[in-house]
T-cell receptor, first 112, second 114 residues
C-alpha cells in the first residue's frame, strides 16, 4: 500500500521552460511534505518543503504547491536548467521526522 | 568532512560473509536513520536512532543488525544476506525525531550480494 505516489516515472522538459512534478498521497495524517533531488551516485538532497498550514512555498526557481482537499502536491521549477536533470522524490511526514514516507521518484531530463 | 559520509561506497559480498556499513554525520544532529532503496521501489525506512537509542525497527530481518555508539556514528552489520538484499543503503540524519523534519542523506553504499 503506497501512501505517497509519483505516477510519472519520467519527464522531459526543454531548458527555460517550466517543469511540473506531481505527487499524490493517501494518508490524511501527513502534515509536512518535502521534495528531494537525487543525482546518480549521490544521496538525496533536500530541496524544499511545505507545511499543511500553507498552500504554497517558494524558494528561488522552486515552488511547491499543496492542495490538501485533493491530497496532491506539485513542484514547479522555473526556468528549468540542464543541471536540474535528476530524480526528484516526494516525501511526507505525519508529525515526526522519523516517519518520512517516500514516493518512487520522477526522473527529470532538461534538454537543451 | 562535512555532511553525512558513508563507507564503503560499493560492497560485493557472498551470502556467508559478514560485513559492516559505516555512517558518520558532521552536522551535530541527534537522530540517525538507515534506509534501503531497491530498484524501482521507494526508499524504505529500516531503523531509527535518537540520542543513540533505537526508536524504530521497521520489521527488518535479523540478518541486518544496527549499532549506534554515539549520535555521530551509525553502523549496519550484515551477515548471511540473501541476493534480494542487494540494494542501495542510505544513511540519513536529522536534528531530532520531532520538530524539524528535514533529513540529510549520505551518498549511500551500493551493496551486491552474490
Amino acid at each position: 500500500d503506497q501512501q505517497v505516489k509519483q505516477n510519472s516515472p519520467s519527464l522531459s522538459v526543454q531548458e527555460g521552460r517550466i517543469s511540473i512534478l506531481n505527487c499524490d498521497y493517501t494518508n490524511s495524517m501527513f502534515d509536512y511534505f518535502l521534495w528531494y533531488k537525487k543525482y546518480p551516485a549521490e544521496g538525496p538532497t533536500f530541496l524544499i518543503s511545505i507545511s499543511s498550514i500553507k498552500d504554497k512555498n517558494e524558494d528561488g526557481r522552486f515552488t511547491v504547491f499543496l492542495n490538501k482537499s485533493a491530497k496532491h502536491l506539485s513542484l514547479h521549477i522555473v526556468p528549468s536548467q540542464p543541471g536540474d536533470s535528476a530524480v526528484y522524490f516526494c516525501a511526507a511526514s505525519p508529525g515526526t521526522a522519523s516517519k518520512l514516507t517516500f514516493g518512487t521518484g520522477t526522473r527529470l531530463q532538461v534538454t537543451l | 568532512e562535512t555532511g553525512v559520509t558513508q563507507t564503503p561506497r560499493h560492497l560485493v559480498m557472498g551470502m556467508t560473509n559478514k560485513k559492516s556499513l559505516k555512517c558518520e554525520q558532521h552536522l551535530g544532529h541527534n537522530a540517525m536513520y538507515w534506509y534501503k532503496q531497491s530498484a524501482k521501489k521507494p526508499l524504505e525506512l529500516m531503523f531509527v536512532y535518537n540520542f543513540k537509542e533505537q526508536t524504530e525497527n521497521n520489521s527488518v530481518p535479523s540478518r541486518f543488525s544496527p549499532e549506534c555508539p554515539n549520535s555521530s556514528h551509525l553502523f549496519l552489520h550484515l551477515h548471511t544476506l540473501q541476493p534480494e538484499d542487494s540494494a542501495l543503503y542510505l544513511c540519513a540524519s536529522s536534528l531530532g525525531t520531532s520538530g524539524v523534519r528535514e533529513q540529510f542523506f549520505g551518498p549511500g553504499t551500493r551493496l551486491t550480494v552474490l
